[in-house]
């Protein structure tokens, strides 16, 4: 029971949260990146914004 009284001083559980949080981010990162169709996939998507807007003006200059 002890264990579990550990956790609700803040000085302990900041570190462990930012462990925690830090492995997801890496974990997310690595799943992203890591297989070379999705990263480029991905890389592609960054543009949709800038062409949407590009789509929009051609149109209403035509």
């Not at 949260?17 to 492995?23: H, N, R, Y």
């Not at 062409?51 to 003006?57: N, R």
Request: aromatic share 16%.
């Amino acid at each position: 029971m002890e264990f579990l009284l550990w956790f609700t001083k803040f000085e302990n559980t900041k570190p462990l949260s930012l462990v925690i949080f830090f492995t997801m981010f890496c974990v997310v990162l690595v799943y992203l990146y890591g297989n070379k169709h999705r990263s480029q996939t991905l890389e592609a998507y960054k543009n949709i914004p800038l062409d949407d807007d590009v789509i929009e003006l051609g149109n209403k200059k035509s």
